[in-house]
């Protein structure tokens, strides 16, 4: 039961700057928001994290609505090397006090040359 | 730190048989989560470890599933008896404190 939806799909010219929306309105307090990517088959990688403040390090920058229902990851300067799946997740605080990643369906961004 | 080592990185079987992939954490991690992937069902998380015990299995979707984490550098993830249904790409994926770092994933083929 994942807590996140995002558009099943998004294009970006190169060298552009990708705009990928998360919806998170049922997000709790103290949940934070995640970002990560899939390129092709690999691994997910770790992009960023917030809670409430807008975020940014070398690979993006995380804006998040005041009411924190809502999150927009931006990737600068998009290459062909971003084409992936992008996956916002709010890592959930469960009543054990440990922490899991629900991942949702993604965003399947294609950068085009 | 070579990252999240799983193995085998490709395993194919027959029905009926026992699996067992096998995750190495980062040292130092206290998290270790194993997800399973498929492109019908997306990213799912079967099963996670905190310090080396099982907090929450709700994802493990049958009883032929099993997972152990004898000590903090070792986790299993069994499946016993092996259906074609379980294939899919696994994932073992570790953290301390806020990232996530995952490994390369084990691609089962059940025939």
């Known amino acids: 039961d994942a807590k996140t939806t995002q558009p099943t799909s998004m294009d970006c010219a190169e060298g552009r700057a990708a705009n990928l929306p998360c919806n998170h309105s049922t997000i709790s307090g103290n949940e934070y928001v995640y970002w990560y990517r899939q390129i092709h088959s690999q691994g997910p990688q770790y992009i960023i994290h917030g809670l409430k403040n807008n975020e940014t390090n070398e690979m993006a920058s995380l804006i998040i609505t005041e009411d924190r229902k809502s999150s927009t990851l931006i990737l600068p300067h998009a290459t062909l090397r971003d084409t992936a799946v992008y996956y916002c997740i709010v890592r959930v605080r469960t009543t054990s006090g440990t922490y899991k990643y629900i991942f949702g369906t993604g965003t399947r961004l294609k950068v085009l040359a | 730190d070579a990252g999240v080592i799983q193995s085998p990185r490709h395993e194919v079987t027959e029905m009926g048989q026992e699996v067992t992939l096998r995750c190495k954490p980062i040292?130092?991690?206290?998290?270790l989560f194993w997800y399973r992937q498929t492109m019908m069902r997306g990213l799912e998380l079967l099963i996670y470890?905190?310090?080396?015990?099982?907090?929450?299995d709700s994802g493990m979707p049958e009883d032929r599933f099993s997972a152990k984490m004898p000590n903090a550098s070792f986790s299993t993830l069994k499946i016993q008896p092996s259906e074609p249904r379980d294939s899919a790409v696994y994932f073992c994926?570790?953290?301390?404190?806020?990232?996530?770092?995952f490994g390369q994933g084990t691609r089962l083929t059940v025939v």
């Open positions: 470890f905190n310090n080396n015990v099982p907090i929450d």
């Open positions: 994926a570790s953290s301390f404190g806020p990232e996530a770092f």
């Open positions: 040292s130092g991690h206290d998290y």
